[in-house]
């Protein structure tokens, strides 16, 4: 997980990271209700093609079926349609046995067209446009101990920080998200904000430090909301989302835009920017986003937020609040050709239209709403060159089984 992925992955995590770090503006307000955030179209609107292997797919599908399985009886809910999880998980089952077949691709998308329906996303500025940016799984040098190098820590969940499931207290908050805080004085205030636990050691001596890594990078894992952090010795730590402290998550690129501007913002080029900067002006940039996130250790990578593993350019992050966990959905977007490093910094790279299939199994604390979503692109350098500049008014459709 996007901790846009995040998470989850998030990603957060976040994810989704996702990397809406890179974005200056994440789209309008949500102006639809989840009933009202799908509507049928015809086959013939869709344009039904997959610029990946297929066995990926077949990858992703297979690894949420148990937990599919396991809450059978919870409903996925289309807008006005709803079907179980063990309903719509027995019509991905056959389209696993379709894909595992020795049909051919075309055959394969037939199948597809034959046996789903196609919703289109309310979107953004216009029926199935989305905002579609892109998170990965970092890959950081760290150590088990603080260095002046490796200075910043990643905290493990605060056994103090409380989750408020608003919802429980009264109908009227059945759409609202979750309330993060902490007790104090008898009363419920909010967790500690980026400044207060990086600048004012608010965690300090509470043993929650999993390791330490260059403040950078710390703050780069929190938008991804995942990674892997390498030590000297060679071993490496696999991180993940846990919590978050429930703070506004703010874009820290809006307030680089002058710097920045007349070029597009990418993360590369932020990452540019902050190494040019003194510890000082640093710290008081990344304060400005007050959202942070808690990770664990694990010993899977980039686990989502439906707790299955993310596949490289079929995981997508979706607000939970309008679209299903481990529904299929079909995007059609603009994928960036990265050949040169100084595309990949520059945000000019040349494009291609492509259309793949994709599962939404990821959150994220930037993804909210109809307009944004972020797709996984993969793990370490090279998918991030790639995620750090995907940015690109796309199309998606979710798929529905045929009664």
């Not at 088990?144 to 920080?161: H, I, M, N, V, W």
């Not at 002058?258 to 510890?279: G, N």
């Not at 793949?356 to 370490?380: C, E, K, N, P, Y």
Request: with cysteine; aromatic share 10%; glycine share 8%.
């Amino acid at each position: 997980m996007t901790y846009y992925a995040a998470h989850p992955i998030k990603k957060i995590a976040h994810l989704l990271l996702i990397t809406a770090v890179v974005s200056s503006g994440c789209g309008r307000p949500t102006t639809v209700s989840p009933e009202r955030a799908f509507r049928p179209i015809e086959v013939e609107e869709v344009e039904i093609s997959d610029d990946l292997n297929l066995e990926g797919l077949e990858s992703a599908i297979t690894q949420q079926r148990e937990i599919l399985q396991k809450s059978g009886d919870t409903p996925m809910r289309f807008g006005a349609e709803s079907f179980s999880r063990r309903e719509y998980s027995a019509a991905l089952d056959d389209l696993v046995l379709t894909l595992k077949s020795s049909q051919t691709i075309a055959a394969k998308l037939d199948y597809i067209r034959n046996n789903f329906r196609f919703l289109e996303w309310y979107g953004g500025n216009d029926w199935g446009e989305i905002l579609l940016t892109s998170y990965f799984e970092p890959i950081i040098p760290g150590s088990l101990k603080a260095t002046d190098r490796f200075s910043q820590p990643l905290y493990g969940k605060p056994e103090d920080l409380v989750v408020i499931e608003l919802k429980r207290f009264s109908e009227r908050f059945k759409d609202e998200g979750n309330l993060r805080g902490r007790a104090h004085q008898g009363k419920v205030t909010p967790y500690f904000s980026r400044q207060e636990i990086d600048s004012g050691h608010a965690l300090k001596g509470r043993k929650l430090e999993l390791c330490w890594v260059d403040p950078t990078d710390a703050f780069f894992l929190h938008i991804q909301g995942s990674g892997t952090v390498q030590l000297s010795d060679g071993e490496e730590l696999y991180i993940t989302y846990a919590e978050k402290n429930g703070q506004r998550y703010e874009p820290i690129g809006k307030y680089l835009k002058e710097r920045l501007a007349p070029l597009p913002v990418t993360m590369q080029r932020i990452e540019k920017i902050v190494q040019t900067m003194s510890p000082r002006e640093r710290d008081e940039l990344f304060a400005k986003n007050p959202s942070y996130v808690f990770f664990t250790k694990s010993e899977r990578r980039a686990i989502t937020s439906l707790g299955v593993p993310a596949t490289p350019g079929r995981t997508i992050a979706v607000d939970s609040k309008f679209a299903p966990k481990g529904s299929l959905a079909l995007i059609t977007f603009h994928k960036p050709e990265v050949d040169q490093p100084e595309s990949a910094v520059s945000g000019t790279s040349p494009t291609t239209r492509v259309s793949r299939f994709v599962v939404d199994q990821d959150s994220g604390g930037a993804i909210t709403g109809t307009d944004h979503v972020d797709l996984f692109w993969g793990r370490g350098e090279e998918a991030k060159k790639v995620a750090g500049i995907l940015q690109d008014r796309a199309r998606i459709v979710f798929l529905v089984p045929r009664r």
